[in-house]
């Protein structure tokens, strides 16, 4: 499975960006995909998480302002990102398990997409 993240950008605060996520050769009927964000030198933090049977879960942090989404044929995974705050600025990366057990430790992973907000 291959990831490829795109979106990311510069943007204001309380701007909004879209972060897509392209996912390749994802055969599995029970799945989750997920969104994760790391600042550098920091930890990786859950953002957002959307499953294979509907589920949607989000950080307090986010909650309200983030929406994560999929397209129809389910090869895309979304972020809409509004209300974004200067704490929101990170590299952004899409993530894939091929099952609802562990999602959060995904299996794939894409590279990353840079957000930058400034203030």
């Known amino acids: 499975v291959q990831l490829v993240e795109s979106g990311g950008g510069s943007v204001q605060a309380g701007g909004s960006l879209r972060l897509s996520c392209a996912a390749s050769r994802y055969t599995s009927s029970k799945y989750c995909m997920a969104w994760f964000r790391q600042v550098q030198g920091k930890e990786r933090d859950w953002v957002a998480t959307?499953?294979?049977?509907?589920?949607?879960r989000y950080a307090d942090n986010v909650k309200g302002r983030f929406t994560i989404s999929q397209d129809g044929a389910k090869t895309t995974l979304y972020l809409q990102m509004n209300s974004l705050k200067p704490e929101d600025a990170a590299m952004y990366y899409c993530?894939?398990?091929?099952?609802?057990?562990?999602?959060?430790?995904?299996?794939?992973w894409g590279k990353g997409t840079q957000v930058t907000v400034s203030s």
């Open positions: 993530a894939a398990h091929p099952s609802l057990i562990y999602c959060s430790a995904p299996r794939y």
């Open positions: 959307l499953d294979s049977d509907g589920g949607q």
